[in-house]
């Protein structure tokens, strides 16, 4: 097992290097970068997310970006609306956020630094990517952790008792149940949360936004955990919904596989009990198509899939960071959280296959490619 634990470590060398060369090309060829976002704010015709640049930034800008009578054709116009722009002052833009170099050697140099853990500044926040990451990860971490955790915790024994009782009227009431919450969309549960319970229209009892009160630091370390889950409660209630029912599903599908076959039949012709049956045979067979979805179920749970639920509940995480850092055009950021999902993605599908072997022994991997 340590040999192969050792082969795919070293397979995630060139799968991460793979990942952030395509993001890389693809960003070459990404209209409106961070030049072209810093010319529109000059120019007032910037209208987005990245109006979010410091007035001391853009004030910065405005006398070296006066228009000089010779125009500034030769440097400019391939910036879109740099026509008429210092091209001194184009060529400081470029400079300043690394694009005086060719593509190569920036690629080069952000896989020297990424595999220190250094990141960089962000172009438009003026602060270490790290710092801002850190900032921002004890969100998604609890987001992330505490979904997984209370799904796989609910839909594994759910899903087992459901197998055990297919046909019955507690496996068509839970189904029924369950295909409701699977076909309401996460955000729409989080709003009807909302409304319910967070002072929208009925009651008060949960707060509407950020992960601690703010007196958190004030508390008790027992009060200080229990403001913590309070604040967690609706948005992980949102997030499991959907994750909730395809787990359930899955748990009982896969279980209803294996009760059908010869083993089980064999081992209860030995005098097996039920939870013998259940438990010593056909759970960790039946567990491994459930382990198998593990990684992008906790992976979706950690990042993308918190974006709109971190949105609506104002919870400033790793989901919401990314999606505003591709709006930006703030390149450090994206790379850097692209880094960071693709990183935890590999660790925690290598986690799972040592999971395979811990729920079934019989696995070996030392014998297999990776």
Not at 77 to 85: D, E, M, W
Not at 225 to 234: E, K, N, Q, S, V
Not at 260 to 274: D, F, I, M, N, P
Request: hydrophobic fraction near 50%; aromatic fraction near 14%.
């Amino acid at each position: 097992m340590a040999a192969y634990i050792i082969r795919r470590l070293l397979f995630m060398i060139p799968t991460i290097i793979g990942i952030m060369f395509v993001s890389f090309v693809v960003v070459q060829f990404a209209p409106g970068g961070p030049v072209e976002r810093v010319i529109a704010k000059i120019s007032g015709s910037d209208t987005g997310a990245t109006s979010r640049i410091s007035g001391s930034q853009s004030g910065d800008f405005g006398p070296r970006g006066q228009m000089q009578a010779g125009g500034a054709d030769g440097v400019a116009s391939k910036y879109r609306g740099a026509q008429g722009l210092d091209p001194a002052f184009i060529k400081s833009l470029e400079k300043q956020f690394g694009f005086d170099k060719p593509a190569y050697e920036r690629f080069a140099k952000m896989l020297w630094d990424y595999a220190r853990f250094d990141f960089g500044r962000s172009y438009f926040r003026d602060t270490r990517v790290l710092d801002i990451i850190k900032e921002k990860l004890p969100v998604s971490m609890s987001l992330g952790i505490w979904m997984t955790l209370l799904t796989y915790l609910i839909s594994i024994p759910l899903g087992i008792r459901k197998a055990i009782r297919d046909g019955s009227r507690f496996d068509m009431w839970t189904s029924s149940v369950i295909i409701v919450g699977y076909a309401i969309p996460g955000f729409l549960f989080a709003i009807l949360l909302i409304i319910l319970f967070a002072g929208g229209s009925f009651f008060s009892w949960f707060p509407l936004r950020g992960l601690t009160s703010d007196d958190w630091a004030l508390m008790p370390w027992w009060k200080q955990i229990l403001d913590y889950f309070w604040h967690l409660t609706l948005p992980i209630i949102a997030m499991s919904l959907g994750a909730f029912a395809t787990m359930t599903l899955l748990t009982k599908n896969s279980f209803l596989d294996e009760i059908r076959k010869q083993y089980v039949l064999t081992a209860r012709a030995k005098g097996c009990s039920e939870t013998q049956v259940l438990y010593g045979h056909v759970f960790r067979n039946a567990m491994l198509i459930v382990i198998a979805g593990f990684p992008s179920a906790f992976v979706g749970a950690f990042f993308s899939g918190s974006l709109l639920i971190e949105t609506i509940f104002s919870l400033d995480g790793l989901g919401l960071l990314g999606f505003e850092s591709v709006l930006n055009r703030d390149y450090p950021v994206v790379f850097a959280t692209l880094y960071i999902f693709s990183l935890v993605g590999l660790i925690v599908n290598l986690l799972s296959d040592l999971t395979y072997t811990w729920v079934d022994p019989r696995i070996d991997f030392e014998t297999r490619e990776v």
